[in-house]
């Protein structure tokens, strides 16, 4: 018995030592300071250019927020590998500079209490790859067997700001948020939401394929996923909630294998509902992806990798989406809240009312 104390005191000490050690740049991102708590995020306008041919994004953030407290300065994120070229607040271009993944903004003059304002984040660059995905975060790059580019992000340790600019803290959600991703013509860009409308007479040739989360969102959950996905479509039909949107996005040659497999998500979803209640993010369907590796759930978004090997021929095996969404819907119908940020640390966040920046989305 006091073998074990020991060894339980040794392991505390060294996990406190551990704790202790917290680099400046781990405290900028993990603690909620000054510049963070003086505002409230409500809506993101995300337009991001993805460029295959040199692993590189070119993009602009718009982020609405309120203030908590007169503002004249706040941080926003982004991954060290991203360049901001630009942030402009009702077109004057501010001064900005950088700690680490932190980028503290300042504003002209105070901006007071209560005010709804936004700011325009101009960036580029190429975001962190990852070699181990899910577990490491970054962008994966690779071709299918088609030859076509296949491209997914992971957001494990990065988050959101490992590839666009945001309020990257788990204490904020926008209320909602828009998605525009520019692919090659011959490629589609999945991510979160609804889609909305598909830009194809880009002059650079790039289609533009635009969505919308109506349902409050963590940075952490914004994804896509791009390739030349076949879609397809189905609908469950809810006895009690009405009908909810059912996309599958596959590659080609999953196409067979998928329209197999996804016979088993209406049987899923009725069950869950029984025992459950609704599926959390009805508003902004129920999509599922093919991806390269297995993902963690996403806001409405699920990443679904039993096509590349990692479960063959398993037909009744569905664990990249029916686990996370059990989690989801206990938890949810437990602790009465709409948002899942993070699987599989489970923070929850509760729902903030809709602002009239939100209002943009719908």
């Not at 109506?214 to 896509?224: A, D, K, Y």
């Not at 369907?285 to 409405?300: C, K, M, N, R």
Request: hydrophobic share 35%.
């Amino acid at each position: 018995m006091k073998k074990i104390i020991v060894i339980l005191g040794c392991m505390f000490l060294a996990i406190s030592k551990g704790w202790s050690q917290v680099s400046p740049e781990e405290n900028l991102r993990a603690n909620l300071n000054q510049f963070r708590s003086n505002y409230d995020v409500t809506y993101y306008e995300l337009e991001v250019k993805v460029i295959p041919q040199t692993q590189s994004l070119e993009g602009t953030v718009t982020m609405h927020f309120q203030t908590l407290e007169n503002l004249l300065r706040l941080q926003v994120d982004l991954d060290q590998n991203l360049e901001v070229s630009t942030i402009t607040y009702q077109k004057h271009k501010l001064a900005f500079k950088r700690q680490d993944r932190a980028i503290f903004v300042d504003f002209l003059e105070p901006i007071p209490k209560g005010e709804l304002a936004s700011i325009r984040i101009e960036y580029k660059g190429r975001p962190p790859m990852t070699q181990n995905a899910p577990q490491q975060g970054g962008f994966d790059w690779r071709q299918n067997l088609s030859g076509k580019d296949w491209i997914a992000v992971s957001p494990q340790q990065t988050g959101g700001s490992g590839w666009w600019p945001c309020k990257d803290h788990i204490s904020d959600q926008a209320d909602s948020m828009r998605i525009k991703i520019a692919v090659p013509k011959e490629l589609i860009a999945v991510s979160n939401g609804r889609l909305t409308s598909v830009l194809k007479n880009r002059s650079d040739g790039f289609w533009s394929y635009q969505w919308k989360v109506s349902e409050p969102i963590q940075t952490t959950n914004v994804m896509l996923s791009i390739s030349n996905y076949v879609l397809i479509k189905d609908t469950y039909e809810s006895d009690e909630y009405g009908n909810l949107e059912l996309s599958y996005y596959v590659l080609p040659t999953n196409e067979a294998k998928a329209r197999a497999h996804f016979k088993q998500v209406k049987t899923i979803l009725r069950t869950y509902e029984r025992i459950l209640g609704k599926y959390p993010f009805w508003r902004d369907g129920y999509t599922v992806v093919d991806t390269p590796f297995q993902g963690v759930y996403a806001h409405g978004l699920i990443p679904y990798a039993n096509f590349t090997g990692i479960f063959p021929n398993k037909t009744w095996i569905i664990p990249c989406y029916t686990a996370r969404l059990l989690s989801i819907l206990v938890i949810a119908s437990a602790m009465k809240t709409r948002q899942l940020c993070g699987f599989p640390k489970l923070f929850l966040l509760t729902r903030k009312p809709y602002s009239s920046n939100a209002e943009r989305a719908t």
